[in-house]
């Protein structure tokens, strides 16, 4: 068999987290429509506790 040169795989990181923006921002938007203006901040900070629970459990924080 022939062995081929592998390419470099291209580095989507920072696409990932422009849409990860993008998708949040538009949960905010339809919270703040559906719910009004504090079900964003209280979103904001359930996604906090709950990012920073998951940093402590793998050994992050």
Known sequence: MHERERKKAPD???????????????????????????AVPAAGLVLNLAIGRLAARRGRG
Do not use: N, P, R
């Open 12 to 38: 989507y990181t920072d696409t990932t987290l422009v849409t990860g923006l993008m998708l949040l921002i538009y949960l905010f938007f339809v919270l703040w429509a559906v719910f009004g203006f504090w």
